[in-house]
């Protein structure tokens, strides 16, 4: 990796086993290099054939499976990539005649068929078993290439238009100049997400209230509490319009059944400088 980041460190941050100072310092270049980000996506990947190929410890699968899933994307990137291994592993069975003969033999008929599938006209286009593993591929395939069409258009402008990097952030009402957490302004087509850790999960939703020079630009309602490992965070996204170079924190409060506020804490940090 030209990043000088170690991939198996990008992958214990995947399944959330870094230590908790590496996992700082990898955010924050996730932060402010796009091309980390882009080699952490790959590395995202290679996990998940690693999980198909039962390739994980039982540990790793664990993680995996109760951590790296938490998101809905990356279900569905498991999902595809299920459906991709499924498909090669058609093609491979197809493209051996031995495997083909012997798997179909059962499911001869003595009538010949009357019709040949349009794409294939050799000797085993006329066996059922044959016909319904080929059109299985062929679907597959098709579902395949409607995928990585969605997922990596022609065009690069027709790409995912907003991406998120992501912060993580601890509470503290107080903040000194040394330790208030720096982020760089997001690049073009990204938003900032932060992951307020919980003291502890005592509601079933929350509010926020981003504040700038006590001045305030965001207000986020109905936000969910999730499990990060052993720790609780409530996600908040921020849109990168809304943001400069300035100190900022965020005001979270639990929402009662009552629907009134209770007050949890504060999160600060600074936002440095802009990144084209």
């Not at 980390?36 to 993680?63: C, M, N, P, T």
């Not at 498909?87 to 003969?101: I, N, V």
């Not at 019709?115 to 006329?126: Q, V």
Request: glycine share 4%; hydrophobic share 35%; proline share 7%.
């Amino acid at each position: 990796m030209n990043s000088n980041i170690d991939k198996r460190e990008m992958q214990n941050y995947l399944l959330g086993t870094l230590a908790a100072d590496r996992r700082i310092e990898l955010e924050e270049r996730i932060l402010c290099e796009p091309q980390v980000y882009e080699e952490l996506l790959v590395v995202e990947e290679e996990l998940i054939d690693q999980y198909l190929a039962g390739e994980l410890s039982r540990s790793e699968q664990k993680q995996f499976e109760n951590y790296f899933l938490i998101t809905a994307e990356r279900q569905e990137n498991l999902h595809f990539r299920k459906l991709l291994k499924r498909y090669m592993d058609s093609r491979a069975q197809l493209a051996s005649p031995g495997t083909s003969a012997a798997a179909v033999q059962p499911f001869e008929t003595s009538a010949p068929a009357k019709k040949s599938l349009p794409f294939y006209s050799g000797p085993l286009a006329n066996r059922p078993a044959f016909a319904f593993s080929a059109s299985l591929v062929a679907l597959l395939g098709i579902i395949l290439l409607v995928w990585l069409a969605a997922r990596h258009p022609k065009q690069p402008t027709q790409q995912i238009a907003s991406r998120v990097t992501v912060i993580t952030l601890a509470p503290g009402s107080l903040r000194s100049a040394d330790t208030t957490p720096h982020v760089n302004f997001p690049p073009k087509g990204y938003d900032l997400k932060l992951e307020l850790e919980l003291p502890r999960p005592a509601f079933r939703k929350y509010r926020s209230q981003l504040l700038r020079e006590s001045e305030t630009v965001q207000t986020s309602d109905d936000l969910k509490p999730e499990a990060k490992g052993d720790q609780n965070i409530v996600p908040l996204t921020i849109t990168r319009e809304v943001l400069s170079p300035g100190d900022y924190h965020v005001r979270l409060s639990g929402v009662l059944d009552s629907g009134q506020d209770e007050f949890v804490d504060n999160y600060s940090f600074r936002i440095d400088r802009y990144v084209r």
